[in-house]
């Protein structure tokens, strides 16, 4: 066991066993912003200028038909910022795409409701079916490795992609960006949950039902068939304009009565579970310091002020058991039970079959050629 530290200008720590730190003690993540991210993130009129290019040819490519894009929307933060932005500013005719895996928190629901309704665009709704989805579920919670999010977060970009191809949909737009997430969650943490070998082996091992209306993808589907054969794109638009977070909550608030949440991710209420309680508690991850950490690189928040909020547990006590007692009730066993899976050993993605390999040289290729700025180490 490595001694602990904490990296002396952001907040990542030890907790993440691959971090490394120079002779001052600023940690890999930091030097790689630096290095590498900030000086190809244009935030500003040269990006600009590149995303009006790239919205030409979002134009282009859909006129004469009911929509250009879609954009895929969790009702979180970044999705609502970009949902009002590329109609708004880039006049965009966006499809609103939104999967429903089960666990939607009212305020999502709501938040969504109100931005297609004010912005006056189309709502398509993809509901996961649910029986799958709970099998699968329960089958990542008996495996007992962290990144139990996998079958939520498949599901939302396996059926995106799914309704591009069979739309003829060319471009996608996501809220993925640098300015609130520069800083990745570490692997161990929060394994590719695009790899479809571990969702099936994970699944073979643990699941009691056949996977017939879940929709897989897979890393080479996506990354190639559907980017090279079937030209969809997948747009970043917030890297290419100033995005404040405090800023856009506050627009947001103001002009569609939008309700902020207490945490990035915590729009599906699985997700404010698996990170408010299930990581931090059962594996010590904490994704705040990797969200506060990426505000402290892109000058949004103080370390000063991360230490101090990461003092307190992301959900209070009485917050966790009321969540511990929904989510087993929702996956239809007993709280004896969460809890056994909660008790039982931790595992990592490395205990089943996957395909790191795979993305290892991918990301390899894509550092190579420029194609990616940050990401994962
Ligand atoms: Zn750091």
Known sequence: MRPYQ????????????????????????????HRHTKPNWHPDAQG??????????????????????????SGGIDSSYLTHLAVTELGLRPLVFHVDAGWNSQEAVNNIERMVDVLKIDLYTEVID??????????????????IDTPQDHAFFATMYKFAEDHGVEHILTGANLSTECVRNPIEWMYYQSDAIQLRDIHRRFGTRPLVRYPVTSILRHKVYLRYLKRIRVERPLNFMPYIKTDAVALLQERYGWQPYPQK?????FTRFYEGYWLYRKFGYDTRKVQYSSLIL???????????????PPLDD???RREFEYVANKLGITTNELQGYFDAPNKTHQDYRSQQSVYAIGSRVMKFLGMEVGGKR
């Open 265 to 269: 991710h915590f729009e599906s209420r």
């Open 6 to 33: 904490t990296c002396s200008h952001c907040v990542m720590d030890t907790s993440d066993s691959q971090i490394a730190f120079d002779d001052a003690g600023v940690c890999d993540h930091c030097t790689t912003f």
């Open 48 to 73: 600009r200028a590149e995303l009006d290019v790239t919205v030409a040819r979002i134009k282009r490519a859909g006129r004469g038909k009911d929509f250009d894009c879609i954009i895929g929307m």
């Open 318 to 320: 009485a917050t966790a």
């Open 298 to 312: 892109t000058g949004q928040m103080t370390r000063v002020e991360a230490l101090e909020r990461l003092q307190v």
């Open 130 to 147: 649910w029986e799958e989805m709970r099998d699968l579920q329960l089958a990542f919670f008996k495996s007992g490795v962290p990144h």
